[in-house]
């Protein structure tokens, strides 16, 4: 029993941080449409930022600042959000085709720096040993493993809290006004690129904090959780979940995590020892067929998003004004 | 210096034959097509199957013509990839793109062209196996080309690069000498004044499909022949590619080419500098340059 609750509660935390990650991009995609191509790195920013800034001091090895927790998190956020906006600038005037390709680039590039840079992230080996916040004070792992899925879910509610005000606000209200129809949002003195940058910047700070609580968690983290296949995972989850709708992205999250625990739990159980090499290739065709699938035949996505028809007290004023 | 110079105006020729196709593809769909480097995977591949095929069938045909390890069974092979892999660039389009195209964003094609990437990439595993392969054995006895006995050249290498030069040749007397390629030119130019023209906008995209799937199933192939073949050779060359197209600016075939061998040069060079297991982040870098530098490419429009 208790075997099945401390899974249950690795697999919720897991899912909560992929939820976190989903929500990220939906301000990104489903608020703004823009098109992140490299969520992985901005994920890896928050992580690496925040091992090196809040782990201990080893021999040979950058980092070991020993930051408190908040801090070394803060630094993690942070550094996700700068990459997004060194990309966003060079990127959100132009063309969407060069965002695309410069995000994916830039995951690309993380990626391989992480594997080589001994001095800063330890190579392929990786970095470990964070002190994992309240460990002290818990103790045992199974309550800890508790503990933990409170702390990935206040901070989801938090994100989605947060998002929910944002897109809700004039603000939002001016990035659907560019997705939709950009000119028009231009006409009205709204500033398309400086908005796009905005949310580029905020939706990867979201992401940088999903890397972060993921290192704090594991207390490791190296270039083999950097693979694409997490960008992949994300898009999924928020195409399957309703680009635009943040219940639609946390129930894509739950649901693609499921389905991808599953399947890899199937393929190691059931598959013959022949296949058991290619059950990751599998496992990413079936990432694949989703994604196209449901942008073939569901679009928009399991709970499409909704637009608001309630006037605001503005328009009530202006019909009323009409009328009389 | 001279090695990695040679080194990388090989390589800039494949990366070259790769972006004209999706600077194409990019300019007349409007979406970045991250599906585009599996058509050299798949060109590769078949080119290994067919190659297997001719010379069980006909052993005549297993003559490499020295001093290439190229053998008669491989270039028919060959021929055969690059209909092949045109044919199923099509086929693809019509599964998904084309659908896709029809009722949604240009933004859905790219979450779109990446979910395909990531089905024929690993079908391709399933298929083939990961580890690595050669068309022929013969490759590490391959001799040697050079003046200087510091710097190498194979005869294959000189090969590809002629091919290479010959096919882009080809495409430019394609696109300059017949109204097809007019046809083709003026739809990248503008679509609805070429439909105007009565050009037939579906003809037109399927014919730019089968030309970049065809010069992408050489590219894998002359790859393949000169390195070797694996199921990552999509993903190791979508970033290159995408360079290539971004420094000779979106739309333009002439810039494509010269940011191809800008690509490859640049990365050869700058493997000198850095340790190799940097050569992956080296495009990114290349396309940041751009966008600060010159953000419509060499050859391109004014961006937007």
């Known amino acids: ?324 | 210096m001279i090695q990695a110079i040679l080194d990388g105006v090989l390589t800039g020729a494949i990366i070259s034959l790769g972006a004209i196709g999706l600077t194409l593809i990019m300019h007349m769909l409007r979406f970045a097509n991250f599906s585009y480097a599996e058509l050299l995977a798949i060109g590769a591949y078949a080119a290994l199957v067919f190659d297997g095929l001719f010379s069980a069938l006909i052993p005549v045909l297993d003559q490499a013509f020295a001093p290439l390890t190229l053998t008669g069974a491989l270039a028919l092979a060959m021929v055969i990839a690059m209909v092949v892999t045109g044919l199923s660039a099509v086929i693809i389009d019509r599964l998904v793109f084309r659908r896709i195209r029809l009722k949604a964003d240009p933004l859905s094609m790219v979450f779109a062209s990446f979910g395909v990437a990531l089905i024929i990439r690993n079908v391709i595993v399933l298929i083939f196996g990961h580890h690595a392969q050669l068309y022929s054995q013969e490759i590490a006895r391959a001799h040697v080309l050079s003046f200087d006995p510091l710097i190498l050249i194979k005869p294959d290498q000189v090969f590809v690069l002629c091919l290479a030069l010959v096919l882009m040749f080809a495409l430019h007397l394609l696109l300059t000498r017949t109204t097809f390629g007019f046809a083709i030119r003026a739809v990248a130019e503008n679509p609805s004044l070429a439909q105007v023209a009565g050009v037939r906008l579906s003809a037109v995209i399927v014919a730019v499909w089968i030309i970049a799937g065809s010069l992408s199933a050489a590219a894998g192939t002359l790859y393949a022949l000169t390195n070797q073949l694996n199921p990552l050779i999509g993903h190791v060359f979508l970033l290159p590619v995408f360079a290539a197209t971004i420094v000779g600016g979106i739309g333009s075939v002439y810039g494509a080419v010269l940011g191809g061998f800008i690509v490859g040069i640049a990365s050869g060079l700058a493997l000198m500098l850095l340790p190799p297991g940097y050569a992956p982040a080296m495009p990114f870098l290349i396309i940041l340059a751009v966008l600060i530098l010159r953000p419509q490419g060499l050859f391109g429009e004014e961006p937007r």
Do not use: C
């Open chain 1, 1 to 324: 029993m208790i075997g099945l609750i401390s899974y249950l509660s690795f697999f919720l935390t897991m899912a909560g941080i992929m939820a976190i990650i989903t929500l990220g991009l939906n301000l990104q995609w489903g608020y703004t449409g823009l098109f992140n191509g490299g969520i992985v790195a901005f994920f890896g920013a928050g992580a690496y930022g925040t091992m090196i800034l809040g782990s201990g001091a080893e021999p040979d090895q950058f980092g070991g600042f020993d930051l408190p927790w908040l801090v070394a998190v803060a630094g993690g956020i942070l550094f996700a959000a700068a990459l997004a906006w060194v990309v966003g600038v060079l990127t959100l005037r132009l063309k969407h085709d060069y965002l695309a390709i410069s995000t994916f680039g830039v995951a690309v590039a993380l990626e391989s720096l992480v594997r080589n840079s001994q001095w800063l992230t330890g190579g392929a080996r990786g970095l470990r040993g964070f002190p994992r916040p309240f460990e002290e004070l818990v103790g045992d792992t199974f309550t800890y493993g508790l503990v933990f899925l409170a702390i990935v879910l206040v901070v989801l509610a938090l994100v989605w809290w947060g998002i929910e005000r944002l897109v809700h606000s004039p603000f939002g209200r001016a990035l659907r006004a560019i997705r939709e129809d950009e000119t028009a949002a231009r006409a009205l003195g709204k500033n398309p690129a400086r908005l796009r940058l905005w949310s580029l910047v905020i939706g990867s700070a979201i992401m940088g904090a999903g890397g972060a609580l993921y290192v704090s968690y594991t207390a490791f983290i190296s270039p083999q959780d950097l693979l694409p296949v997490l960008t992949f995972q994300v898009w999924a989850m928020l195409i399957v979940g309703g680009a635009g709708n943040n219940r639609g992205a946390v129930l894509g999250a739950v649901l693609i995590w499921g389905v991808w625990t599953l399947s890899g739990f199937a393929l190691t159980r059931l598959a013959p020892d022949s296949m058991q090499l290619d059950a990751g290739s599998i496992q990413y065709i079936l990432i694949g067929t989703l994604i196209v699938g449901m942008l073939l035949w569901r679009p928009e996505g399991l709970l499409p998003e909704r637009i608001s028809q309630k006037p605001t007290k503005m328009a009530d004023k202006a019909v009323l004004e009409v009328k009389q």
